[in-house]
T-cell receptor, first 115, second 112 residues
Framework: DAGVIQSPRHEVTEMGQEVTLRCKPI?????LFWYRQTMMRGLELLIYFNNNVPIDDSGMPEDRFSAKMPNASFSTLKIQPSEPRDSAVYFCASSLDLGNNQPQHFGDGTRLSIL | GNSVTQMEGPVTLSEEAFLTINCTYT??????LFWYVQYPGEGLQLLLK?????DKGSNKGFEATYRKETTSFHLEKGSVQVSDSAVYFC???????????FGSGTRLQVQP
């Protein structure tokens, strides 16, 4: 079974550039989450969607960050303009929303380096 | 507020040693509790979970018991292997909230 698929796996770009991270959740899952992992702050929830609708975006650090989920099988996280402090590993996760006991399944992450 | 506290790592053990990674939480209410494992270069994988007090989650020789009285969910394994070397995250989720709250992670290094 295909798990959560993220692309790209690695991205290196110069500050000021636009960065787009992509995620394909597990088919049939209706909740999708974006996390950021850094050494300093650990794992932070940025935003999550349920049935393609953003439910909680309080973790999005600032207006430079935006996320969309145009359909049930695709989501993007965009940073524009990017800054060196955005360097981190960004994880996407999905879950089947049938109660609170459903685990989240994580992708392998996108390692982002902003120079 | 609601939070998860894990013991700091790295934890370094010899193969076949006994493992305990402590996890305590602060919460209003009764969350579900999870342990996730992250191997180098990979995403997090669910290791085990417990959804109510006194539940014991177990998988791959690991186990953890949901202790409401001590608000703890310590991870244990009787005999670790080199392949268990990874970062372990304790997490919780509250009723009505889909997102997980993670601890800071504990790195385990098992030496042959």
């Amino acid at each position: 079974d295909a798990g959560v698929i993220q692309s790209p796996r690695h991205e290196v770009t110069e500050m000021g550039q636009e960065v787009t991270l992509r995620c394909k959740p597990i088919s049939g899952h209706n909740s999708l989450f974006w996390y950021r992992q850094t050494m300093m702050r650990g794992l932070e929830l940025l935003i999550y969607f349920n049935n393609n609708v953003p439910i909680d975006d309080s973790g999005m650090p600032e207006d430079r960050f935006s996320a969309k989920m145009p359909n049930a099988s695709f989501s993007t996280l965009k940073i524009q303009p990017s800054e060196p402090r955005d360097s981190a590993v960004y994880f996407c996760a999905s879950s089947l929303d049938l109660g609170n006991n459903q685990p989240q399944h994580f992708g392998d992450g996108t390692r982002l380096s902003i120079l | 507020g609601n939070s998860v506290t894990q013991m700091e790592g790295p934890v370094t053990l010899s193969e076949e040693a006994f493992l305990t990674i402590n996890c305590t939480y602060t919460a209003t209410g009764y969350p579900s509790l999870f342990w996730y494992v992250q191997y180098p270069g990979e995403g997090l994988q669910l290791l085990l979970k417990a959804t109510k007090a006194d539940d014991k989650g177990s998988n791959k020789g690991f186990e953890a018991t949901y202790r409401k009285e001590t608000t703890s969910f310590h991870l244990e394994k009787g005999s670790v292997q080199v392949s268990d070397s990874a970062v372990y995250f304790c997490a919780l989720r509250f009723t009505g909230r889909r997102a997980l709250t993670f601890g800071s992670g504990t790195r385990l290094q098992v030496q042959p």
